[in-house]
Each structure stands twice: as structure tokens, then as C-alpha cells.
């Protein structure tokens, strides 16, 4: 606004200049144009203000585009995840899980539901909760017997071997992942029963 304002005064005092030479050139019979080389002057300047103020816009856009782009977002998928059978008809389940970042960011895993259980907890190999756990980006984090690993407590239904169990797992990042995991040995599910888990979404299946 300033280079603007400055241009209005050069041109006024142009304007002035200019008409007092006109009137003296008139006197003497010469330089008939004078004024009128010097008006075009004027807008030269207004323009060559303006000109100026759109320069620094773009260098301060052109600075801010030259700026480190983001890192790419996280990605992740969950490879393999199983339950053990309960040890007890009532007592908590364990569950298992490979997650894999394939992104250019970490993300962290918050929490864990499923229909199955009222609580399910983040725990180390000596059962103390976790808060969270974090995914680095590009690598992988294995949730397995004798070290972290979720447990299932509050069971709505015991788990019996070949159930499959849906597990939700709500990331920073991400957001929520659904998985569905089978009671029993890693990597056993058959399409038709993901197909059949798929039919009861957040809600407990009927027994079998």
C-alpha cells in the first residue's frame, strides 16, 4: 500500500510539473509536448509500482512452493492377525497382529474394540497397559505371544476354535482398520468367511 500511495504523489507532482511547463513553454512558443511526455510518465510509474508489488507477491509465493513438501501419509495393513483359544471359559483372550506401514509417516495405534469383548487392552509381555503404540514408516510392528499383544477382556461370548473374531483398530492417523482374525492358528480364513463375518458387522454372529 505504501508503493501505491507513493506512486499517486509522483504522479500529482508530475501533473504540476508538467502544467507549469506547458504554460512556460506556451509563453515562449516552444515544447508544445511537454506536458504530455511528462503525464506518460506518470502511469509508468503507477504501473512500474504496481509491477513491483506483484514481484515481491510471487517471490514470497515462489519461496513458499520452494518449501519441503509433506511427508507421504502413512499406509498400513494388518497381516496375520489370530486369537488363542481362552485357556477359561470366562477369563481374557489374547490376539495377535502384524501391523505393516508401507508410508512415508509414522502413525500410532490408539485404541481396539470389537463386539466380542467390553475391553480390549494394549499389553507389553509383562501385562502392563500401553497407551499406544507407534508404527514407524516403513516398517512393522509384530503384536505375538511373550511380547506386546492385545487382550480381550469382558467377553460378551467365549471364543471357541474357528470363530472368527472382528477387531477394530482406530490409528492417529489412519483412522479405523477392521480386521477379522480366526480363534486358532495365524492365516486360516477362507474368503467364505470373511464373507460370512462381513454379514455382522459390529455385532456378534450367531453361534455355531
Do not use: C
Not at 12 to 19: G, K, R, V
Not at 50 to 77: D, E, N, Q, T
Not at 111 to 124: C, F, G, H, K
Not at 142 to 162: A, D
Request: net charge negative; hydrophobic share 45%; glycine share 10%.
Amino acid at each position: 500500500m505504501e508503493r501505491t500511495d507513493d506512486s499517486l504523489e509522483s504522479l500529482e507532482a508530475l501533473e504540476a510539473e508538467a502544467a507549469a511547463l506547458e504554460a512556460a513553454s506556451a509563453r515562449r512558443g516552444g515544447l508544445p509536448g511537454a506536458r504530455r511526455a511528462l503525464l506518460i510518465q506518470g502511469p509508468l510509474v503507477a504501473l512500474l509500482a504496481v509491477v513491483m508489488m506483484l514481484v515481491g507477491h510471487g517471490g514470497s509465493g515462489a519461496a513458499a512452493s520452494a518449501a519441503a513438501p509433506s511427508a507421504p501419509p502413512a499406509k498400513l495393513a494388518l497381516l496375520s492377525p489370530h486369537l488363542d483359544p481362552p485357556a477359561q471359559a470366562s477369563g481374557p483372550v489374547e490376539a495377535y497382529v502384524t501391523i505393516r506401514n508401507g508410508g512415508g509417516s509414522a502413525d500410532r495405534l490408539l485404541d481396539v474394540t470389537t463386539p466380542w469383548a467390553t475391553t480390549v487392552r494394549l499389553v507389553d509381555a509383562s501385562g502392563h497397559a500401553q497407551p499406544w503404540i507407534t508404527v514407524p514408516a516403513g516398517s512393522s510392528v509384530t503384536l505375538r505371544p511373550g511380547g506386546l499383544h492385545l487382550e480381550l477382556s469382558g467377553l460378551r461370548r467365549t471364543p471357541k476354535l474357528h470363530d472368527v473374531i472382528q477387531l477394530d483398530l482406530t490409528f492417529a492417523q489412519s483412522g479405523t482398520v477392521h480386521s477379522f482374525a480366526p480363534v486358532g492358528p495365524a492365516n486360516t480364513l477362507t474368503v467364505e468367511d470373511v464373507m460370512h463375518a462381513m454379514d455382522y458387522m459390529d455385532r456378534l454372529p450367531p453361534e455355531k
